[in-house]
């Protein structure tokens, strides 16, 4: 139901080995609700979001996923209802975007209703599509699964604007209209306002600011100026 906490960092330290990245971390991602986890390169969020999905143990503190603590591996939060997509395209090159869709047990039907754009591709092999195309069907596999949560990493990376603004409101309405919960990192800050309820501000491992969308856009030039610059040299961790 919208409101309800799906999937939760709580006092939550995280990172590779024995090294923290990410230190003392309470974040929800809640039903109809879009998170946004904005900061620097290095800051700690992709750890967060693999620490999140199952494919980082954390070092202390826990995650909650549907809940109740849980140390489940990626695979099996992903039959319980959580989508993953990666900054790296995630789409297998030598299948063609209707196998691809297949593969992941999602019909045609719900991937042209989420990207008509997608209807004269789908015999053509996922490799030969354009990076925004890619990202659709990446986008359209995911959402097509009909997800409780979804963990978005960089969705934008390379891709212009306008194809950037197509992505995300997709990821909007399925917020909105199907209760999902989602927590996406991001790069295009203002894009990521304009679909955002709540923003999250990462530096060096530790949320540092965070409110409502409106709240953080009305001073963002000041958080951009204080807070989204890149960490100094020998700050930077896994971002």
């Given at each position: 139901?919208?409101?309800?906490?799906?999937l939760?960092?709580?006092d939550?330290?995280?990172?590779y080995?024995?090294?923290?990245?990410?230190r003392g971390l309470?974040l929800p991602?809640?039903a109809g609700e879009?998170?946004?986890l904005?900061?620097?390169n290095g800051?700690?969020?992709?750890?967060?979001?693999?620490?999140?999905?199952?494919e980082?143990?954390?070092i202390?503190?826990e995650?909650r996923?549907?809940?109740?603590?849980?140390?489940?591996?990626?695979?099996q939060r992903?039959?319980?209802?959580?989508?993953?997509?990666t900054e790296e395209?995630?789409?297998?090159m030598?299948l063609?975007?209707?196998e691809?869709?297949r593969?992941a047990?999602?019909?045609v039907?719900?991937?042209?209703a989420?990207?008509?754009?997608?209807?004269?591709l789908l015999k053509r092999?996922?490799?030969?599509l354009s990076?925004?195309?890619?990202?659709?069907?990446t986008?359209a596999?995911?959402?097509g699964?009909?997800?409780?949560v979804?963990l978005?990493d960089e969705l934008?990376?390379?891709?212009?604007?306008i194809?950037?603004q197509?992505?995300l409101?997709?990821?909007r309405?399925?917020?909105?209209?199907?209760?999902v919960g989602?927590?996406?990192?991001?790069?295009?800050?203002r894009?990521a306002?304009q679909?955002?309820?709540?923003?999250?501000?990462?530096q060096?491992?530790r949320?540092v600011?965070?409110?409502?969308?409106h709240?953080?856009g009305?001073q963002?030039?000041?958080?951009?100026?204080?807070?989204?610059?890149a960490?100094p040299?020998?700050?930077?961790?896994?971002?």
């Amino acid at each position: 139901m919208n409101g309800d906490v799906l999937l939760e960092a709580k006092d939550l330290s995280c990172g590779y080995g024995r090294m923290s990245v990410v230190r003392g971390l309470d974040l929800p991602v809640v039903a109809g609700e879009v998170a946004a986890l904005i900061g620097p390169n290095g800051a700690g969020k992709t750890t967060t979001l693999l620490t999140l999905a199952g494919e980082l143990a954390p070092i202390s503190g826990e995650v909650r996923w549907l809940g109740a603590p849980t140390s489940s591996p990626m695979h099996q939060r992903c039959k319980q209802g959580l989508s993953y997509v990666t900054e790296e395209r995630s789409v297998i090159m030598k299948l063609t975007a209707h196998e691809n869709l297949r593969l992941a047990n999602v019909t045609v039907a719900a991937a042209t209703a989420l990207f008509p754009e997608l209807e004269p591709l789908l015999k053509r092999p996922a490799g030969l599509l354009s990076g925004g195309e890619q990202q659709m069907l990446t986008v359209a596999r995911a959402l097509g699964r009909h997800p409780a949560v979804m963990l978005l990493d960089e969705l934008s990376l390379g891709l212009a604007p306008i194809i950037v603004q197509r992505l995300l409101q997709a990821v909007r309405t399925a917020s909105k209209e199907r209760g999902v919960g989602v927590l996406l990192v991001e790069q295009h800050v203002r894009q990521a306002l304009q679909v955002a309820d709540r923003v999250y501000v990462m530096q060096r491992g530790r949320i540092v600011l965070s409110g409502s969308a409106h709240e953080v856009g009305s001073q963002l030039s000041e958080i951009e100026a204080a807070y989204l610059t890149a960490a100094p040299e020998g700050d930077q961790g896994p971002a």
